[in-house]
DNA sequence: TTAATAACCGTCAATCTTACACTAATTTGA
DNA sequence: TCAAATTAGTGTAAGATTGACGGTTATTAA
């Protein structure tokens, strides 16, 4: 026998669960679908897999298309594969999530898409099983944010403690002590503080840091803890 | 437009990346391929996900097939898409990696897959990009354990403290300090003691204890801390 | 009875984590 | 220009956790 004729070929599409930071709250972006089965449902940005490409390289093009960016931080999250999980036709989708500073997104609302910015807690009804693969990306970041530094993702290349700490506290819906905060971040060593202070938020301003990119690649596999009593997270 | 007339189809197959321990090391469950490309070739058990199935019930019925064993512990690892990975045909991977308790697999040792344990320095070469999911699954492996107590998969029922030690110093590649080792563990309250001794691998004996399942439920997302150091691994 | 073997146990010092409250810098408006 | 308001920034003490470390106990075999 040559060839693996008698089995069956599957659509493959990639699904992105796009996080952003805008200052405030993390949210999550959502397109309008352009095409049948459920046009004009709210759903995650995908697309299909092509013919010579990988995964990683849909999910990069799928992410692209819609947000124009580069070099972002993405990472598969889980392969979904429910027969019935497309009516049309049977399609696995491989999801990946991304984080991105949302700033770099403004140029270009991607009018193509209608996409728009959702708070967590209002994500709106979503074609499929997407509601489920943004519930496992939530859950995936959660977990690894409290282990490893990925949340500077989110923030621009200069941010203040006080933005970190308002990025942490959302991201696990919860408030931390701002001394210990910043003793466990700063003990890290992965951050440098700058001269300048941003004067926009309060009127004493607070000083800008940013990474040490180098201590951050180093450490970015070591366990850290950022976060108070992680045991007790579910 | 109706369906998804214009997009490429795929090949998917599943892999399992199976886990033994034992009482001494921790192996892995290869076959020799049966079939070509690559027939006689050392490989991980996988097979060509069906019409009708989901990604873990084809990596459970490949796991079955192969071990006669259900109920496993197993976890989706990783989709390695690569589109030259497969010679003969584009074909994706859904990995999935299981631990089993190798007495329960005793039985018949499936001479259909010449299948053999090979413990984790003894890794044959492996067809097309399987080594490379070995060596992720193992990584993976030892980044869980670290948090979770997914090690007791592999042990029987009854196991004693000493041959726990023995699994995780075989996990991690080092030596616990024994005291340390078994005050972490039983402060879990995971374990419970039994009043029986396992009397064959020393003169003493040393008491057999079991899982308390509830528990174990319960606190198996909560991030425990069974190994020191883990701030030192990589 | 003795020797050998592996199980089992407890303490102390260092480190880490948490809880907690005041001062400093700056802006605004009275 | 002074007072009030706002947010940034800092230190300490008590408790919990972690790691290093050695001696005793139970049992078997000689």
Known sequence: MTGYS????FLVAVDCIIFGFDGQQLKLLLI???????KGKWSLMGGFVEKEESFELAAGRVLHKLTGLENVYMEQLYAFSDPARDPIERTASITYFALI???QYKHQISKDYHAEWFPLNKIPKLIFDHTEMVEMAKEKL??????????????PEKFTLPQLQVLYEGVYDSTFDKRNFSRKVLSTGLLVKQKEKEKESSKRGAFYFKLDKRKYKT????????IPNPHKLK
């Open 6 to 9: 008698h089995q069956k070929r």
């Open 32 to 38: 309008q679908r352009g095409f049948e089965p459920e």
């Open 101 to 103: 500073d949302i700033n």
């Open 142 to 155: 959660r977990y690894k944010a409290a282990l490893h530094p990925i949340l500077f993702e989110l923030l």
């Open 219 to 226: 450490k970015f596999d070591a366990f850290l803890n950022f």
